[in-house]
């Protein structure tokens, strides 16, 4: 089955400064990778997701990237603000698979 | 207001009971999920449902069991096999058009702590 890595466990930035979430893949099937924003006693939520037939995908402050030949995907984050603190989580599956997800990374970002 | 709710919030049981986890949908989703939530272990799939009165195992589905008779009703039951059952349990929906096209809703979940 499909196995995700995670990378950083946890990150600490200065407000303003950019973060960058990096997780790795196995299955070469997969074509679909959303990454989601938990914060404290809160389930999950969506922040943004890429297909496999897009390098690239931007919306406001966040970017994900994805480089199919290498397996791997990051997610980016510019201009970060406190209220960007949370746990942030990468995923990945394909065809009828369900997602499988990455161990996630905490990220604080300090005013 | 559609979305996922989770009772209860916070639960408590002693060792050897079985307890269940309610999770209702309001937004007319065809899949739901559960998922385990343990501190630096990520989300981890239990059980998933496509459609009513059938469901999947997912990767730990031991020690726990699910119904689907209702298309908005999931409910999760930690019986007394599973070994670790403290834990944050988060329940989700998506839409059924393929599994991979559909972008999953959470609940807040319910902590159990087993004393």
């Known amino acids: 089955g499909e196995n995700v890595e995670q990378h950083p466990s946890t990150l600490s930035v200065q407000e303003g400064d950019s973060a960058v979430i990096k997780c790795t893949y196995s299955?070469?099937?997969?074509?679909?990778f959303p990454w989601y924003k938990q914060e404290l006693g809160k389930g999950p939520q969506l922040i943004i997701d890429i297909r496999s037939n897009v390098g690239e995908k931007k919306d406001q402050r966040i970017a994900v990237t994805l480089n199919k030949t290498a397996k791997h995907f990051s997610l980016h984050i510019t201009e970060t603000q406190p209220e960007d603190s949370a746990v942030y989580f990468c995923a990945a599956s394909g065809g009828y698979s369900t997602l499988t997800f990455g161990k996630g990374t905490m990220l604080l970002v300090s005013p | 207001d559609g979305g996922i709710t989770q009772s209860p919030k916070y639960l408590f049981r002693k060792e050897g009971q079985n307890v269940t986890l309610s999770c209702e949908q309001n937004?007319?989703?065809?899949?739901m999920y559960w998922y385990r939530q343990d501190p630096g272990q990520g989300l981890r799939l239990i059980y998933y449902?496509?459609?009513?009165?059938?469901?999947q195992k997912g990767d730990i589905a031991e020690g726990y069991s699910v119904s689907r008779e209702k298309k908005e009703s999931f409910p999760l039951t930690v019986t007394s096999a599973q070994k670790n059952p403290t834990a944050f349990y988060l329940c989700?929906?998506?839409?059924?058009?393929?599994?991979?096209?559909?972008?999953?809703?959470f609940g807040e979940g319910s902590r159990l702590t087993v004393l």
């Open positions: 299955d070469s099937a997969s074509n679909y």
């Open positions: 937004l007319n989703h065809d899949a």
């Open positions: 989700a929906s998506s839409r059924s058009q393929g599994w991979n096209t559909g972008e999953l809703f």
């Open positions: 449902s496509q459609i009513v009165n059938d469901f």
